[in-house]
């Protein structure tokens, strides 16, 4: 019969995640009736499954060596640089280079249908535009320019997060270089992604591929209403004219 | 038998210029009881082949002869339910005002062996080519048919369509039988219903008709999506980092490659780093020729585009204005999609024929003079007529203000296509300064070629950049942020609106321009000035009546699935495709009517079950305005 502790280990060894012990044992538990014939790997491959779906306060270690300082909010600290790896879940995003309105009106655009096939609407013609970029503009009809806007991908970031240790610690995180995989349509609130040895400026963690691993995974509970809500949130924000 | 031809152009002007160059200008002109401006003009022409020499009466209609209307019973307004309108008998019949010149080819025709059809060669003119060989029919059952084909009225062009007499398109000729039915039963069905029922809804539209059109309706949702766009619009604040280099006197500003974010905190942090950091370093020195391409052949949607923002005539005008041209034998056809030359026209020759001309005749013997390039092509060919080009030159003074205008820009857009491109040097720095990269780029402009006579087009050179080696690191003399506000777009401008029918499917090259006249003439639409002098632009705005038709619309299908509002292009987008199919023998008339009313059918039913939605927007745009 496997042990937790192996469980553990080997959930640790393969995603560099910590799991709390309480809920190891519950998750063992709730599986026990089949649990007998199942090899440890195979036990510890829906453990994971599990984990990317649940809530990281509840299921990980609080352990100091996987959890972000509680300074680190800290704008008086120019720069620091955060040892070891620890995860966080993700429980916003919103991209800074492109305005709300603008991210709105992409929303719209699919609330009308129009990013199906076929139900494009072309909004804007360059007129007078270099010769080359009139033709392709020209070309658009259907096309790969108006395709991008058409199906709500905003635009290209970089991207703001707010991110969550197990200890329940929040934290901004800044898209400093481009990631793959962080985007509002590919990014489910509640994945949980890697920090490893980040620097954080001004108490906002700088994420660029070398620091950042993405695990993953998505909590159904705020997964869905943050999509839900995302258009009343930005127009809330607009609603003050400014943002600052 | 006499051997007698019966020439039948679509408009007088083209039935005297071809008269003119067949005869070599000798003939005779005789009236035509009942119509002032048909005329007959009586000569003779040898056409070669298989009917030699004849004598010939060339004559004209004066564009179509008959109209499609519904029977007699069906006319009243209130006749019947706007519904039965899809499927109620129509008939077609000549125009009242147009039975004099239809009585006049019958008669010609009984003492013609053959008939020979001059109208201009697009799909409206096959079709009145059809109209023309049903009266010559008519009056001559025996008579043979031919068409013409030629795209603009010079007399060599001319002459040789004369000798190359082809048959009619009868599938182009169907197609636009098919528009004209589909036009008539769904404008009448839907002007009819939406009129009944808004007049009593509020008193400014008591008296009014509600007219509905496939192409309208669409081309009103343009103007209105983006006033709408523009009056949601909320401002934002961004911020983004300009860094500055002075050296060798002079001073390099360096742009953001993020160009500017929405986060003031993030930005300051940004620069911060770059401060940091102290030095930046240069990671990229490019420098290479570069050009400014020459235009392509001009198109009708591109003449009117290019010229209501150039010369500031509408687009309804430079039609004319161009027809007129054209009727003259100054240029081509006006009325083509095709953006590339044939093979077979002679270039040079159309360039020679420039010489003479105070601003560009020298331009012109410099190309032949060897600077002459072969035009690039475009993707677009109509097969049926060439770029739009002068044919010949003419004296300014015999010009009015707005001819001149509409050819000056159809000359310098062929001699511009005739020339090399601009050529020019490009330089582009990156560097990196932090976490951050910037950019800065330089133009040296070597040779203008078609800049020296396209005069709509600019490209001048930057300010000339000091020199960077690549790896080289400086310390840039200032780096600050800067802060800025989104702007709303602005209100669509009748170039944008055309590019935009264009690129939506809505309405062909030929008749944008009256679909946009349609929608002013409705009140649908007003004309807004932005700006004031030379720099003064024309801005559609709807009108109350207008917001209120399109919102009314997109609620009335509001949570349907798969049914699209009258106001989105598609609909007619879907219309004008299957006009294509009927050109190109794949789908017949019938098959095209049936389907499109189908199509409308459903909005149709889906409008009179929710007339209220309709009839609430107006309340909601119309009655405020009264009160206020």
């Known amino acids: ?244 | 038998m006499a051997r007698k031809i019966l020439c039948v152009a679509e408009k007088p002007a083209i039935a005297r210029a071809v008269a003119t160059h067949l005869s070599g200008g000798s003939f005779q002109t005789h009236a035509i009881r009942g119509n002032q401006y048909v005329k007959n003009y009586e000569f003779d022409f040898n056409f070669g082949g298989a009917w030699g020499t004849c004598s010939v009466t060339m004559t004209s209609v004066v564009g179509h002869l008959t109209g499609l209307d519904f029977d007699r019973e069906y006319k009243g307004w209130m006749s019947c339910p706007p519904g039965a309108l899809f499927e109620a008998p129509v008939q077609e019949t000549v125009d009242k005002d147009k039975l004099p010149i239809a009585d006049n080819i019958r008669n010609q025709a009984k003492y013609s062996k053959a008939l020979f059809i001059w109208t201009d060669c697009d799909r409206e003119g096959e079709h009145i080519g059809s109209e023309v060989r049903n009266q010559a029919k008519a009056g001559n059952a025996q008579i043979e048919v031919k068409r013409a084909k030629f795209s603009n009225t010079e007399s060599a062009h001319v002459r040789r369509a004369a000798l190359e007499p082809v048959n009619l398109d009868e599938y182009q000729a169907s197609a636009v039988a098919a528009r004209i039915e589909l036009d008539l039963r769904i404008g009448a069905a839907f002007t009819r219903l939406q009129t009944l029922q808004l007049q009593t809804v509020v008193a400014a539209l008591k008296e009014k008709v509600i007219s509905y059109g496939s192409c309208q309706f669409p081309t009103l949702g343009f103007v209105v999506d983006r006033y709408l766009r523009v009056q949601n619009f909320k401002p934002e604040t961004f911020w983004g980092i300009k860094v500055i280099l002075s050296r060798e006197g002079k001073k390099v500003n360096f742009l953001w490659k993020r160009v500017h974010l929405f986060d003031r905190a993030v930005v300051t942090m940004m620069l911060e780093r770059c401060l940091l950091a102290k030095q930046a370093k240069v990671t990229k020195v490019n420098q290479k020729p570069t050009s400014k391409w020459r235009p392509l052949p001009l198109t009708t949607v591109d003449l009117q585009m290019m010229g209501s923002r150039f010369l500031r005539l509408d687009s309804q005008t430079i039609m004319k204005v161009a027809e007129a041209l054209y009727t003259k034998g100054f240029i081509s056809y006006p009325r083509t999609e095709t953006d590339q030359f044939d093979k077979g026209i002679d270039l040079k020759k159309l360039v020679e024929k420039q010489y003479p001309d105070n601003s560009w005749g020298q331009y012109a013997r410099e190309l032949i003079d060897g600077k002459f390039r072969t035009p690039r092509s475009g993707r677009h060919n109509d097969k049926a007529h060439p770029p739009i080009h002068p044919v010949s030159w003419v004296s300014p003074n015999q010009l009015n203000a707005n001819e001149k205008k509409v050819y000056e820009f159809v000359v310098r857009r062929f001699l511009a296509c005739c020339s090399d491109d601009a050529k020019g040097q490009s330089t582009e720095i990156e560097i990196q300064y932090g976490d951050e990269f910037f950019h800065t780029n330089g133009l040296i402009v070597l040779e203008r070629n078609y800049l020296d006579v396209y005069v709509y087009d600019k490209w001048e050179s930057s300010q000339q950049l000091p020199n960077f080696e690549r790896g080289e690191l400086f310390e840039p003399t200032e780096a600050n942020i800067f802060d800025g506000k989104t702007t709303p777009p602005n209100y669509l401008t009748e170039p944008e609106l055309i590019g935009l029918m264009d690129a939506n499917g809505i309405g062909t090259d030929a008749t944008m321009a009256e679909h946009i006249a349609k929608i002013k003439e409705r009140e649908y639409v007003a004309i807004n000035q932005r700006g004031g002098g030379r720099s003064s632009v024309q801005e559609f705005i709807p009108t109350r009546l207008g917001v209120a038709l399109v919102e009314g619309y997109d609620n009335v299908v509001e949570g349907l699935p798969n049914s699209v509002s009258l106001s989105k292009p598609f609909l007619r987008k879907e219309m004008e495709l299957r006009m294509v199919e009927i050109c190109s023998g794949t789908k017949t008339r019938q098959e095209v009517v049936q389907q499109s009313l189908d199509m409308y059918r459903e909005v149709f039913i889906h409008t009179q079950r929710r007339i209220n939605m309709l009839k609430t927007a107006c309340r909601k745009y119309l009655v405020e305005e009264t009160t206020s």
């Open chain 1, 1 to 244: 019969m496997t042990s937790p502790d192996q469980i553990a280990a080997q959930i640790l060894s393969t995603k560099s995640l910590p799991v709390s012990q309480t809920w190891l044992n519950a998750f063992l538990s709730s599986s026990s009736t089949a649990q007998r014939n199942i090899p440890a790997s195979a036990l510890a491959k829906s453990a994971i499954f599990r984990l990317l779906a649940s809530d990281i306060r509840e299921s990980l270690s609080k352990h100091r060596s996987y959890v972000l300082p509680v300074d680190i909010h800290n704008p008086a600290v120019q720069e620091r640089r955060l040892q070891g790896s620890i995860p966080v879940q993700v429980l916003d995003i919103e991209d800074i280079g492109t305005s709300l309105w603008s991210q709105i009106e992409a929303i719209e655009r699919v609330e009308r249908g129009e990013a199906i096939r076929g139900r494009e609407i072309v909004r804007t013609i360059a007129i007078g535009e270099d010769p080359e970029a009139s033709e392709n503009n020209r070309a658009n009809n259907n096309p790969a320019n108006g395709a991008a806007s058409a199906s709500g991908n905003s635009g290209y970031g970089p991207h703001r997060l707010i991110l969550q240790d197990a200890a329940g610690t929040m934290v901004m995180g800044i898209e400093m270089q481009r990631i793959d995989g962080i985007a509002l349509e590919k990014l489910a609130i509640g994945a949980k992604l890697l920090l490893r040895n980040p620097s954080v400026a001004r108490g906002m963690l700088l994420l660029s591929p070398e620091s950042v691993t993405l695990l993953g995974g998505k909590i159904e509970a705020l997964d869905k209403p943050w999509r839900e809500g995302r258009k009343a949130r930005l127009l809330e924000k607009t609603a003050g004219v400014e943002r600052e």
